[in-house]
Structures are given as C-alpha cells and as structure tokens.
C-alpha cells in the first residue's frame, strides 16, 4: 500500500492551495480528484476572487489566460436598480477563468512536487484506534477500490464533504446544516451583443423575485465586457422555483435588450454552504478545509478566498504536526480555533448574521435602506469589519428619517442586528482552546442563531409561497 504524509481529497481551490503552500515542508503529498485531470477548476462558480485573499496568503495570483479581468470593486442595487451603494475595496479583485485557474494551481503544485491522481474519488478513512491512518478511494476508470496511508486526511471535497460526512461521533464534528442555510444557485457564461455597462466592477443586483433571499450577479468576464459570468442565487429550505428559471424570467423581465439573445456558452447549477463555519471541522489524523469546513462570505458567498485563507492556517498546523509527530484532534485543534477566532472566522460569523438580516427583507427594503442612506457605501464596507459603523447622534437621526418615510421593521432589524453581530463575534472569540470545552460553546452557539433565525424569519414574495412549479 502507497504510504504519504499528507493526502488531500479534492483538488479544488482549497485542496491545491493547501498542498502548494506545505509542499516545501513536507516530502510526501497525494491529491485525489474524481474529476479527470484536465478538467480540474471546470467548477460552476461566479469566478471572482478579491485581491487582498493574495496578500493574505502569499498565495501565486491568476496570470495568464486565468484571469479574464481586473475588477476595482462591487455595486449593490435594490429592486429598481435606481440606488446603488459601492463595497469599496482598497485592492479590487479579479475575475478568472476557473479552469484555466484551476489547472494554473495544479501545475504550480505538480512543479512542486505533489502527486495528483484525477478520476479518484475518495469514499471513506482507514480508521484505526480511532485515528484516521488514510484513505479509501474508488479508481472510476479501472473500478477498483484503493487504499493509501497517511499521517494526515484532508477533506477539501467542496459541498459534499465527502469523508467529513464518515468521520465517527467522538470527533464531535458537526454534519447536519440547515437547508436554510445553503444557497443553491445557476450560473451561465455569457456572450451579449452589447457591452455590460461597466466592466470595472462587479454588479449585484438583489431583487426578491428573481433571487428570493439572495442576488442575481453580472460580472465582467472580458476586457470589452462582450462576454459575462451572469448567475443567480436563491434562500433554500423554502419551495420556489428553480434559480436557472428565475434567472431566465430575469433577462426577459428585467434586461431584455443586453440579456435576452444571449450565447450561452458554459451554464450549470450548484449549491453554497453559505452560514458561519463548522463548529468542529479537525479529528485524530483528520481536517476539512474551504467548502467541506464551510469557508465563506455568508453576506456575498465569496468561498474561494476564505478556502485560501483555511488552506493558509492549515498549512502552518500540518507542518508543526508532521514535525511534533503528534496527528491527533487535540494537535489539529490549532487550526481549527485559529481559524475560528481569525479576522476571517470572527468576520464569517458576524456577517452570517447579517445575512439572516437579509433574507428575512425583500429587496424593496435593501432599496431603502440605500436610497435614504441609512447605511452609506463607506460604512457598508466598514461594517464588514467593525461593528458600530455609525455615530450615536448621526444614527439616531438617519433612524428617525427612516422611520418617518415607513421604515420602522428594517430600521429595528439593523439595530437587531447590530447588537448580534457584537455578541456573535464576542462569542467566537472564546471559542475553545481544546476539545473539551466544545460542547459548552456548541450549545451557546446554537442558542444565540436560534435566537436571531426565530426573530428574523425568511422573506418570500407572496406570489412564489407554495407555488406549484416544477422548473
Ligand atoms: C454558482 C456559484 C457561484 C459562486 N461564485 C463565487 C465567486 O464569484 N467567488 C467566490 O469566491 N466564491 C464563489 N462561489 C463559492 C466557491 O465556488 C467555493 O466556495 C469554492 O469553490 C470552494 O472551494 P473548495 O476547493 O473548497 O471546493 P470546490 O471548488 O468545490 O472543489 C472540490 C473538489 O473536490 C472534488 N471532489 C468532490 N468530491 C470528491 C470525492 N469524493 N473524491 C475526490 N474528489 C472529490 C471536486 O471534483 C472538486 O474538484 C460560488 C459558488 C457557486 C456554486
């Protein structure tokens, strides 16, 4: 049997990330993909990436035919598309081609060193004592089932978190999500006979009845703005219809003129773990990293960078663990609480509130809330980061001015919604040091979203509740 250090399942932005960033410390490294090699990176995604996940991670950025184009940074619109509020970013961000992206990330990983088998699709641990000591994959051309040892299994298998779903009971990992919190979502690759009206930024366009608890998206996807990532992604756990026909309701609606001739050059639909992290992704030999952990904006569900930044942590706690010869839940848990209490874990949780915020309005009061200035584009993207945006009186004021116009249910909700984005990060930053504290923090943990989910329920138009559709 094939021994290695580390094997890492999926070869996704996580996995390619992580197996690059430890491969100058660590000899042996193993990457399974179901996919075929040269399809690697193929994945139905919105394909933007914000520039300062690089600076954090030191990470190689796309070059070359990976990037389509530069971005500076994101427009939101309420329903009319009237008010728009910009997400400043002091480094923009990209817009890639993902498969050309992600076969960039494999041949920076092969020219390291690691070893990458495709059409691999890994289906359980080899556990003993309770310790994962490798992995059990199905080779899908030969049909036969493999088995390899080694110190460490990561899962970076995306959504399905394919081996995190067999780990045993006493690594207390948590399995279950909410349907409420997974966002399942269309996208398309697009060639429109007019150009997208600015292609320096991406655009976000929320509006309840084509994106019912999320946002339809258009992106830039080249320099003319000629062709474009163009996609939707709705609240589940609710019955609606499905995204890919709400999206083309949307370009015969709402663009009829950029949108709806369109040549649709690559579409696809698929799902978003999109809430707070897994309060315990790490076991005996065992860690997820990006999807699989839950690595996301909950407010935008940008996953890759923060799969970048796990991958990062991860790194740093593998190497130590190879050099200690210590593979066990209580080593790992290093990177699981420093993840947790990172700028990117206490900000994931923040905004995972946030985000119940927003699919508890319709996208008529997320136009509010923009065209009276309630919250202002520098504070959109202060509050991403701190937790007061706004002065007492000034608050007050803009409160009171809302509240006279009709907005009394948004205005308290943000107040809400202020106050639990405070103690959700209070709360994140105690996160355990140790496995035997979890429990404690779990049952907190649950009651505080309980709370926040009870009170904020989810916003439906009436026209799509318990419509019949099946599109
Ligand atoms: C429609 C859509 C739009 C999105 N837009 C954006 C965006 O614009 N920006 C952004 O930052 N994020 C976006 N996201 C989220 C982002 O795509 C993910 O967060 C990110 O890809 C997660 O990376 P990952 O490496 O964890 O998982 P993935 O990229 O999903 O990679 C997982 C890999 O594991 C492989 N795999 C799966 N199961 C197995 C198995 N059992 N054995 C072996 N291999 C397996 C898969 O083939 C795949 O290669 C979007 C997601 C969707 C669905």
Redesign the pocket.
């Known amino acids: 049997m094939d021994e290695y250090d580390v094997v890492i399942?999926?070869?996704?932005?996580?996995?390619?990330?992580l197996a690059y960033l430890i491969a100058d410390r660590v000899d042996n490294i193993l990457v399974?993909?179901?996919?075929p090699i040269d399809?690697?990176?193929d994945?139905?995604?919105?394909?933007?990436?914000?520039e300062h996940h690089y600076i954090e991670t030191n990470l190689p950025r796309p070059r070359g035919t990976s990037l389509r184009k530069k971005v500076e940074g994101i427009y939101l619109y309420g329903t009319s598309m009237e008010y728009k509020a910009r997400i400043v970013s002091s480094y923009g961000g990209y817009?890639v081609d993902?498969h050309k992206y992600?076969q960039q990330l494999l041949n920076e990983a092969l020219a390291k060193g690691v070893e990458v088998r495709g059409r691999?699709?890994?289906?359980n641990f080899m556990l003993e004592d309770g310790y994962s000591v490798g992995v059990v994959?199905r080779d899908l051309d030969e049909d036969r089932v493999v088995k390899v040892r080694s110190k460490i299994v990561v899962d970076?298998?995306?959504?399905?978190a394919?081996?995190l779903m067999k780990a045993p009971e006493s690594w207390m990992i948590e399995k279950n999500i909410e349907k409420r919190d997974i966002?399942p979502?269309?996208?398309e690759v697009v060639e429109i006979r007019r150009p997208l009206w600015d292609v320096e930024n991406?655009h976000l366009h929320f509006h309840s009845r084509y994106a019912p608890g999320g946002y339809v998206?258009l992106?830039p996807w080249s320099k003319d703005g000629r062709l474009i990532?163009f996609?939707n992604?709705i609240v589940g756990g609710v019955s609606l219809p499905k995204p890919k026909y709400l999206l083309q309701l949307y370009s015969e609606e709402i663009m009829p003129e950029l949108l709806s001739d369109r040549k649709i050059i690559k579409s696809?639909?698929?799902?978003?773990?999109n809430r707070r992290p897994r309060h315990v992704f790490v076991g005996n030999g065992f860690l997820a990293?990006?999807?699989?952990?839950i690595?996301?904006?909950p407010a935008?569900?940008?996953?890759?960078?923060?799969?970048m930044y796990?991958a990062y942590l991860a790194s740093k706690t593998i190497i130590e663990a190879i050099e200690a010869g210590d593979y066990s839940q209580e080593f790992l848990w290093k990177y699981q609480r420093n993840y947790m209490t990172s700028p990117y874990g206490l900000r994931q949780a923040r905004l995972d509130v946030f985000r119940i915020m927003l699919q508890a309005h319709s996208s008529d009061d997320i136009e509010f809330v923009i065209r009276n200035g309630i919250l202002r584009e520098a504070e959109i993207s202060k509050a991403r980061d701190e937790d007061d945006v706004l002065s007492g009186v000034e608050k007050f004021m803009r409160a009171f001015k809302a509240i006279m116009k009709g907005g009394v249910k948004i205005i308290k909700n943000l107040n809400y919604t202020l106050k639990m984005m405070r103690r959700v990060k209070e709360l994140y930053q105690r996160y355990p040091d140790s496995p035997a504290g979890i429990r404690e923090w779990v049952l907190e943990e649950e009651a505080l979203f309980r709370e926040i989910k009870n009170r904020m329920g989810i916003h439906v138009p009436d026209y799509w509740r318990n419509v019949k559709l099946n599109r």
């Open positions: 399942a999926g070869a996704g932005t996580a996995g390619l990330s399974i993909d179901k996919r399809n690697i990176g994945k139905i995604c919105g394909d933007a990436i914000a817009v993902r992600g691999s699709q890994a289906i994959y970076a298998t995306g959504y399905t394919s081996l966002i979502a269309y996208r991406l998206w992106f990532n996609g992604g696809g639909q698929w799902v978003i773990p990293v990006g999807d699989s952990a690595m996301i904006d935008t569900a940008e996953g890759i960078g923060y799969g796990g």
